[in-house]
């Protein structure tokens, strides 16, 4: 019975079919590739702050960003423990927290 039905359809509607489930196919396979990736806008950093030596000692990873790319500024993205959120530091800050990070197993040493 079901055959039958479909026999009675035209080849215009089987065309139509089928180029909705092309479509479905292809909106689904992007909404795939942009959730998997990190396709979404990039974070910038819009402005910079000072951060006090207590906080820089907490910094557990940071990262640089330029301005040659997507973004407009130089900062330093650092990311403090027990923070959700990164600070967006002055670059010239890294100087200081190489040589904090440096000096930490040396102090934890003496103790």
Same mark, same amino acid.
């Given at each position: 019975?079901?055959?039958?039905?479909l026999? +009675? %359809? $035209?080849?215009?509607? =089987?065309?139509?079919?089928?180029?909705?489930? %092309?479509?479905?196919?292809?909106?689904?396979? $992007?909404?795939?590739?942009?959730?998997? +990736?990190?396709a979404? #806008?990039? @974070?910038?950093?819009?402005? +910079?702050?000072?951060?006090? @030596?207590?906080?820089?000692?907490? %910094?557990?990873?940071?990262?640089?960003? =330029? $301005?040659? &790319?997507?973004? *407009?500024?130089?900062?330093?993205?650092v990311? #403090?423990? &027990? !923070?959700?959120?990164?600070?967006?530091? *002055?670059? @010239?800050?890294?100087a200081?927290l190489? !040589?904090?990070? @440096?000096?930490?197993?040396?102090? $934890?040493?003496?103790?």
């Amino acid at each position: 019975m079901v055959f039958y039905a479909l026999k +009675t %359809v $035209s080849p215009l509607c =089987y065309s139509a079919i089928m180029d909705l489930k %092309v479509v479905l196919v292809l909106a689904f396979l $992007s909404a795939l590739a942009i959730t998997s +990736t990190n396709a979404s #806008i990039p @974070r910038c950093c819009i402005g +910079t702050k000072m951060i006090t @030596r207590k906080l820089l000692l907490k %910094v557990d990873r940071w990262e640089l960003q =330029y $301005s040659d &790319g997507i973004c *407009d500024i130089d900062a330093l993205v650092v990311h #403090i423990k &027990g !923070r959700r959120k990164p600070v967006c530091v *002055d670059i @010239r800050m890294q100087a200081l927290l190489r !040589r904090i990070k @440096r000096l930490q197993p040396q102090q $934890s040493k003496r103790i």
